[in-house]
């Protein structure tokens, strides 16, 4: 299922066999919350971009429009139109980010909907069940995402119960995927190793769950807060106790220089919304850093957001004009800045790719790296 093609350093070039696709990795995964990018991408614009596998949330589809529903409308690739593997959350940020709304026990979360305020209660079975309704490539186990400044005994309860939740979520997805009106049979599961800055707490986690067999692993719980440093070093310190042969997914990070780090320390899943998040307000990546189109200096540049660049927006518009629609709050702004940075994070993930496969990756980070910080000179 996961083949190993190369290594330069602790970097992995691999790919991942799915029942919807084989991923190359390292890949970044383009987040659609609510099973839609948001912005105005649509699934066909995806594959015109290069994207591999989309990501959806599931406590906001449970909300809205339901999970049952969906499984009505033949799952989520029906749905949505994407036949590409798609990879979805299992609600548990959600107990980290809707912390004033929630109370934890040992059976699961009971939080309110941030909709309307409804109860809502989400354990492991219901995580698995929610996702199975989803029909979702990849399935995350349910744990809870600890604070990165959490008191070390707070944060030993919480991962032990999360290790719990995980054999229960492997338990209740065997169930699932052995039930004869299950759309996807072959739907994958990924544990989440937790552990906030403590090493020896994220080492221990990282032993336990590998010894679980699961079809890949994510660190979860970092870029809530801490320092890059740090979120580095408990990289460095965790990710040799999962196993080599499997995916190692690192959970909701991050910049390009983020994910140019992450690689280099054995990781090959990635996604975040700051390609999406940003691209609406303005603010455009590029190989020389981020440019802010709101910025007056580009009001007349007939230049594309990058040269040389072949997303849809560069290959047909200015900066000039993109900016013009931005201040006018035209939809269209947003869309364009949307596709260009999410082209720029998957073409950065191929250039990964090859320079792991020709044992060139340290001089590929490098440069990007220095790139980076020229920071808009053009």
């Known amino acids: 299922m996961y083949k190993l093609i190369a290594r330069d350093g602790n970097a992995k070039r691999a790919e991942f066999q799915t029942v919807h696709g084989t991923i190359q990795t390292p890949v970044f995964m383009n987040v659609g919350t609510a099973a839609a990018i948001k912005g105005a991408v649509a699934t066909t614009d995806l594959k015109e971009i290069g994207t591999q596998v989309e990501l959806s949330n599931t406590y906001h589809l449970h909300v809205r429009p339901g999970d049952k529903i969906v499984k009505q409308m033949g799952g ?42 409804h109860k809502i209660f989400m354990g ?54 052995s039930l004869e009106d299950t759309i996807n049979k072959n739907q994958l599961l990924f544990g989440i190793n937790q552990g906030a800055i403590f090493d020896d707490i994220r080492i221990d986690h990282a032993k336990a769950i590998s010894e ?72 455009v990546y590029t ?8 910025n007056a200096k580009y009001e007349l ?47 950065m993930m191929s250039e990964i790719r090859q320079a792991i496969e020709e044992g060139r990756y340290k001089e590929y980070k490098k440069q990007k790296l220095e790139g980076f910080l020229e920071n808009d000179k053009k």
């Not at 989803?134 to 008191?151: G, K, N, R």
């Not at 679980?212 to 990289?235: F, P, Q, R, T």
Request: glycine share 8%; with cysteine.
């Open 301 to 347: 540049d007939q230049r594309p957001i990058e040269e040389g660049c072949q997303c849809p927006a560069c290959r047909n518009y200015s900066r000039g004009y993109i900016r013009h629609l931005l201040k006018a709050k035209e939809m269209l702004g947003m869309r364009l800045c949307v596709l260009h940075n999410l082209y720029f994070y998957n073409t």
């Open 124 to 177: 492991p079975e219901e995580s698995m069940q929610i996702q199975s309704n989803l029909a979702s490539t990849i399935a995350m186990a349910f744990d809870e995402c600890p604070s990165s400044v959490a008191e070390r005994s707070y944060v030993e309860d919480s991962v032990a119960r999360t290790t719990r939740w995980l054999a229960r979520c492997k338990t209740e997805m065997a169930r699932l995927n």
């Open 287 to 294: 190989n020389q850093g981020k440019r802010n189109l709101f």
């Open 212 to 283: 679980m067999n699961l079809d890949g692993y994510a660190v979860g719980g970092l870029a809530v807060g801490e320092s890059h440093e740090e979120m580095y070093h408990i990289l460095d310190v965790t990710v040799p106790h999962l196993p080599l042969e499997k995916p190692t997914y690192l959970m909701g990070v991050g910049t390009p220089a983020n994910i140019l780090e992450a690689v280099d320390r054995g990781v090959d899943f990635f996604d975040c919304v700051y390609p999406s998040r940003n691209g609406r307000h303005g603010h």
């Open 76 to 117: 989520l690739h029906k749905f949505m139109n994407w036949d590409r593997p798609i990879l979805t959350d299992s609600g548990g940020f959600q107990v980290f980010s809707l912390a004033g709304l929630r109370k934890i026990k040992e059976e699961g979360v009971t939080f309110r909907s941030h909709i309307d305020g």
